[in-house]
């Protein structure tokens, strides 16, 4: 099967610009989660999404960011307009939640890095 | 709330010696835990976890860790290390039951294997 898809692996992009950030979690999955890693920060949550539904955003910087499922097997994360600051590796993950058999367990995507000039 | 907290951003270890990786944890409610590894420049993998079942628990490539609930902690240890072994290592926390939770990560510990 295969994993969780990440595009684009690489962005290089200007101050100001949009930002449009792909995932395609594992089929059969219904939850998926959207991480950011930095250096100075190590891995932040941003947003999860339980059935398409999004669950908890309090991890969203702020209003440049926004993030949508608009099916069970993709979503998008989006950062309008973007900022040097923004510069990061950003992580999609999915995951089978149901009642008794969740533990928390989450497939990780190979990432999107992202450099805001 | 739960947290975890992985002492030592960095370790160092030569091929063949014991590693050692160290995470203590808080939550509320009994946790599961886990350990995932990133090698560079690429996702998280899962390494191994607790779920409430043993508490030695084994993983990929020789890894293990366990649970000591009177400590709140859960130490990754190996052997013997081989130079494969260097990445970084997250531990991380989520607490147990429910439809809707999120797993708590570590700030993560930089696994060095010297020859």
């Known amino acids: 099967d295969a994993g969780v898809i990440q595009s684009p692996r690489h962005e290089v992009t200007e101050m100001g610009q949009e930002v449009t950030l792909r995932c395609k979690p594992i089929s059969g999955h219904n939850s998926l989660f959207w991480y950011r890693q930095t250096m100075m920060r190590g891995l932040e949550l941003l947003i999860y999404f339980n059935n398409n539904v999004p669950i908890d955003d309090s991890g969203m910087p702020e209003d440049r960011f926004s993030a949508k499922m608009p099916n069970a097997s993709f979503s998008t994360l989006k950062i309008q307009p973007s900022e040097p600051r923004d510069s990061a590796v950003y992580f999609c993950?999915?995951?089978?939640?149901?009642?008794?058999?969740?533990?928390?367990?989450?497939?990780f995507g190979e990432g999107s890095r992202l450099t805001v000039l | 709330a739960q947290s975890v907290t992985q002492l030592g951003s960095h370790v160092s270890v030569s091929e063949g010696a014991l590693v050692l990786l160290r995470c203590n944890y808080s939550?509320?409610?009994?946790?599961?835990l886990f350990w995932y590894v990133q090698y560079p420049n690429q996702g998280l993998q899962l390494l191994l976890k607790?779920?409430?079942?043993?508490?030695l628990v084994k993983g990929i490539n020789g890894f293990e860790a366990e649970f000591k609930k009177s400590e709140t902690s859960f130490h990754l240890t190996k052997p013997s290390a081989h130079m494969s072994d260097a990445a970084e290592y997250f531990c991380a926390v989520s607490t147990s039951g429910g439809s809707n939770y999120k797993l708590t990560f570590g700030k993560g510990t930089l696994l060095t294997v010297n020859p």
């Open positions: 939550s509320s409610v009994p946790p599961y």
């Open positions: 993950a999915s995951s089978f939640s149901s009642g008794r058999a969740n533990t928390g367990e989450l497939f």
């Open positions: 607790y779920t409430s079942a043993a508490t």
